[in-house]
């Protein structure tokens, strides 16, 4: 809810015991396969959500994942969401850099399918620590997400240490079926089911899932 005084508009939401998954990935640099699945499972069923109601989130990024006392998520700020009618597309930036897709990139007109690919860029930066197109030159960051190769390090820096990385076949192939240039071609197309039945997901109950039945 949300009240104000003279001064202020106050707006009083649930404590979030967890903090955000930034804060979270800073600290653990990487993390485990398993908690991804875990995490990124929710954040589908949320993204599915809202794509029900022709609503694309449009700023998914570690910031904005909250973490609760359970250990599970909830999306905040929506500043950046917009409701879709029809087949309209919409031509205006909106997010972080680091996670526009493509077509919002080059204004060619974007509609929820760019919310799938960051959440492919968000399984990635969690799995290895850093978006797979950062460059600190932003114009040189657009243009790797527009005609980038997609690679995958077999090694992550820690301090000043660098150790071996193993992240899965499966987790490298959700990636790049996520990451694909044309939304039309891009793994989400058909909405949750298409997510959940790949093998990233494996044997993982939806269902317990949304239920917080899971525990980690």
Known sequence: FFFQSPE???FVTPFMKGGDLYHKLK??????????????????????????????????????????????????????SIHFQGTKK????????????????????????????????LIYELLYGITPFFNKDKNRMYELIEIGELKFPKTIKIGEEVKPLKVSDEAKNIIVKLLEKNPGSRLGKSGLNEIKSHPFFGNLNFDMVNNKKLKY
């Open 8 to 10: 202020r508009i106050y």
């Open 27 to 80: 600290e653990d640099s990487y993390l485990p396969e398993d908690l991804v699945r875990f995490y990124t499972a929710q954040i589908a069923i949320a993204l599915q959500h809202l794509h029900e109601f022709g609503i694309a989130y449009r700023d998914l990024k570690p910031e904005n994942i909250l973490i609760d006392e359970d250990g599970y998520i909830k999306l905040c700020d929506f500043g950046a």
């Open 90 to 121: 919409e031509k205006s930036f909106a997010g972080s850099p680091e996670y526009a897709s493509p077509e919002m990139i080059t204004y060619e007109g974007h509609n929820i399918m760019s919310d799938w690919w960051s959440f492919g860029i």
